[in-house]
């Protein structure tokens, strides 16, 4: 049973262009979303996260929205840059603090020049 | 940001033999540390908790004397992958989290060992 789903396993965007990449979820015990970015033969770092009383948060050119009634998130990231091509996988738990994550499979971000 | 440092990065074994891979914290304590499994496609799945000084707790299904895990200190963290077989080939990664921070942000993972069992 996959709670957390990232239905595109890649993504191809021009430089300068926005990059959307999409997670949905289907427990709705979850409130705490990240998003995390893997870069080839390096463990995943976190980028973003965002808890089910917003709808939105905003870090530079990184943006979660979050959709709790679709249970729905999106990360986007605008201007888009050669060194954002990474894997992005997007995670959720039951609380902030909770201490099992359950990830989606990943979305792999490819940014051409 | 902190580091946390996965060895081997990928090993290649027999059926029938056994495999550690360790996780360190380099530069923090680690009171909590996790470890992940991924098969190719699929997601990142936790296999077990692990609390420094304790036994592991371990995901639904995860069968813990095949998978065992000691973290003896707050800084190390290994799993034995016993009795290997050709199912066990998967990508494994640790996470550590920091003593003094309780959130997700505060999460650290390893580079990950891929594992190929012949």
């Known amino acids: 049973d996959q709670q957390v789903k990232q239905n595109s396993p890649s993504l191809s965007v021009q430089e300068g262009r926005i990059s959307i990449l999409n997670c949905d979820y289907t427990?709705?015990?979850?409130?705490?979303f990240l998003w995390y970015k893997k870069y080839p033969a390096e463990g995943p770092t976190f980028l973003i996260s965002i808890s089910s009383i917003k709808d939105k948060n905003e870090d530079g050119r990184f943006t979660v929205f979050l959709n709790k009634s679709a249970k729905h998130l999106s990360l986007h990231i605008v201007p888009s840059q050669p060194g954002d091509s990474a894997v992005y996988f997007c995670a959720a738990s039951a609380r902030r603090g909770a201490q099992k994550l359950v990830f989606g499979q990943g979305t792999r971000l490819t940014i051409n020049p | 940001g902190a580091v946390v440092s996965q060895h081997p990065s990928w090993v290649i074994c027999k059926s029938g033999t056994s495999v550690k891979i360790e996780c360190r914290s380099l530069d923090f304590q680690a009171t909590t540390m996790f470890w992940y499994r991924q098969f190719p496609k699929q997601s990142l799945m936790l296999m077990a908790t692990s609390n420094e000084g304790s036994k592991a707790t371990y995901e639904q299904g995860v069968e813990k004397d095949k998978f065992l895990i000691n973290h003896a200190s707050l800084t190390l963290s290994t799993l034995t992958v016993t009795s290997a077989h050709p199912e066990d080939s998967s990508f494994y990664i640790c996470?550590?989290?920091?003593?003094?921070?309780?959130?997700?942000?505060?999460?650290?993972f390893g580079s990950g060992t891929q594992l190929s069992v012949l």
């Open positions: 996470s550590a989290r920091s003593a003094t921070g309780g959130a997700n942000e505060k999460l650290f």
């Open positions: 427990n709705s015990m979850f409130d705490y």
